[in-house]
């Protein structure tokens, strides 16, 4: 036992210190001294041991250690009596988001169109992002199909999205799903910038490259640049501020109000989470902001990455009470898995894409890191709390050799998710395990949750990168979205105009229990009476045994016929509906 020492030891400095820290300084503490800002630092310890501290880790982190962000003196008082060596990277988070600022404003002067797709030479506003989206539906109705998903933020901020393919308003036609998602955590800006510039490039490449023309009809487009639209606008609003002080002309230097402008800045630029201020209960629309009253608002909310229903709970995810045997701290950590896996209305709006398409390849952006990941998020040693061993993903080797394709383009470091830290209940995780999917993360840029945009802009177009950077790896994406040797195909003849629906009813395992995973994907017959139904394999990767589809035909004049399918990845199956 001697190992977990360590790792007991933080959890228990940790869960103590974490609530207290929370609530600011006393009275007593307030001084006239120009009070602590937030820090980017390297913690030379596991990332287990360093999370059961309760501090924020980034997506940074390996053999060399785990970067970590203090947002408070008492975090910095916490990780220093763990007796962990560390090193600070960037001294002043509030400086540091002040230069970017500055330096963004000294780009977007000098730049009249960057080489991105859009040409932007800024960060965008979540309004850019609504705008843009609408924009790009209006302007090009045969390509493009604006989408609003059902659920909006517990702040009351919709989730919108596109949908991109050839003929694209046609009726449900079995063309498979290649799903791209941006801004699950709040501060992780580039990904929302790198996931709209592909929607640009494709509108744009369908006019000049045979090669996307010709994928955009085999393959139907769906992008959601920002999943959590009520932190990222919380996030970006505060982020754009140099620093408060510049706004209070009697107090230029933060010496005679060093609280509020230092706590207020910057403010909620480094929110990760969502608005859930109190576990199941809705947030009143527009209140979100009263996360101020934390440090940086990092303490409250849930992780929308660990919220999924794969793993749910598991090592690497924080649950309400503080734990010392599981290392965590409770409700106020920054991992937070909610009160339930789709607890909340940002992953139960991905869940229902997912589940209500054929989505065979998908991409979740965040930043940083450089590295390209894939399932599973926990080690394959653990095993569930009922009995179940992780072991590795059962199509490591195919997910490995795409992840190297995409790593041939963007550069990043191709590994399993868990190589760089437990943290399960992921997006990428779940959809693989629900339907078979080949789901991966980005984590874009080295260091940074968002650096200056000209790195955006480089990291999108593959500059300094030894292929075509994300934009291409993107594309290799695509491709396999396309590709039948991935998935599987139902062929058939059918009445014109009816409708076939493909159903499974299934459930993803938790670290408790399961989560239901009912798939439901329809399919218009074309007036020809044959279809082509490109499907995710029958039997989820999962699944201890073979499992079919149900597939109902329904014609246009009531007869219907039910049959039960099995296909494997790679397989074509020719189906028999005479009765229909």
């Not at 937030?38 to 287990?48: G, I």
């Not at 195919?398 to 550069?411: H, P, T, V």
Request: charged residues 25%; proline residues 7%.
């Amino acid at each position: 036992m001697a190992p977990l020492r360590r790792p007991l030891l933080a959890a228990a400095v940790g869960a103590a210190a974490l609530a207290a820290s929370l609530l600011g300084p006393s009275p007593a503490a307030v001084s006239t001294e120009r009070p602590w800002t937030p820090q980017l630092v390297r913690v030379h310890a596991d990332a287990e041991s360093v999370g059961a501290l309760g501090l924020d880790l980034t997506e940074h982190g390996g053999t060399e250690g785990v970067d970590v962000v203090l947002h408070t003196a008492a975090e910095r008082a916490r990780l220093e009596a763990s007796g962990f060596h560390s090193e600070v990277l960037v001294p002043d988070l509030v400086a540091r988001e002040a230069e970017r600022n500055r330096l963004d404003a000294e780009y977007a002067a000098r730049t009249v169109r960057s080489a991105l797709p859009s040409g932007r030479t800024s960060y965008r506003t979540l309004e850019d992002y609504e705008t843009e989206l609408r924009d790009l539906a209006r302007e090009h109705r045969s390509l493009v199909r604006h989408l609003t998903l059902p659920e909006p933020g517990l702040d009351g901020r919709e989730v919108h999205g596109v949908e991109i393919a050839h003929r694209v308003r046609r009726p449900a036609d079995g063309r498979p799903t290649f799903l791209m998602l941006g801004l699950h955590h709040a501060r992780e800006w580039p990904s929302a910038e790198h996931t709209m510039e592909f929607a640009h490039d494709l509108v744009a490449l369908e006019r000049t490259d045979r090669d996307v023309r010709r994928l955009l009809r085999r393959v139907r487009v769906v992008v959601v640049p920002v999943v959590n639209p009520d932190g990222f606008d919380l996030s970006r609003t505060s982020g754009g501020l140099v620093d408060l002080n510049v706004l209070n002309p009697l107090d230029p230097t933060g010496t005679l109000l060093p609280v509020a402008t230092q706590v207020l800045t910057p403010g909620l630029a480094y929110l990760r989470k969502n608005c859930r201020l109190v576990a199941g209960v809705d947030t009143p629309d527009g209140t979100c902001a009263a996360m101020l009253t934390t440090p940086a608002g990092f303490g409250l909310g849930v992780d929308l990455n660990r919220n999924y229903g794969q793993w749910w709970s598991g090592p690497g995810a924080a649950g309400t009470a503080p734990s010392v045997t599981e290392f965590h701290a409770g409700l106020l950590d920054p991992r937070h898995h909610g009160a339930d896996a789709f607890s909340e209305p940002e992953t139960r709006n991905v869940r229902d894409l997912v589940l209500s398409r054929q989505v065979t390849t998908l991409i979740t952006n965040h930043t940083s890191g450089n590295l390209v990941l894939r399932p599973w998020a926990g080690a394959p040693d653990h095993v569930t709390d009922g009995g179940v061993p992780l072991g590795l993903a059962p199509d490591e080797k195919a997910l490995r050799r795409l992840g190297a394709r995409f790593a041939a383009e963007n550069g990043y470091t191709n590994q399993r998710s868990h190589e760089l830290y437990d943290g399960v209940g992921t997006t990428e995780d779940w959809a693989y395990a629900a339907t078979g999917a080949f789901g991966f993360t980005f984590e874009i840029g080295p260091t940074e949750f968002h650096p200056p945009f000209e790195d955006v802009v480089a990291e999108y177009v593959g500059a300094d990168r030894p292929g075509g950077g994300n934009r291409a790896a993107y594309l290799v994406a695509l491709e396999h979205a396309a590709d039948r040797r991935a998935h599987g195909v139902l062929t058939g003849r059918a009445p014109a105009g009816a409708t076939l629906t493909l159903t499974r009813d299934a459930a993803t395992t938790t670290w408790d229990g399961t989560s239901p995973a009912r798939l439901r994907t329809t399919l218009v017959v074309p007036r020809s009476g044959d279809f082509t139904w490109h499907v995710n394999p029958s039997t989820r990767p999962t699944s201890p045994q073979a499992e079919k589809y149900r597939l109902t035909c329904t014609s246009a004049r009531g007869r219907s016929q039910v049959t039960r399918v099995r296909v494997e990845r790679g397989e074509r199956v020719r189906v028999a509906l005479r009765r229909c």
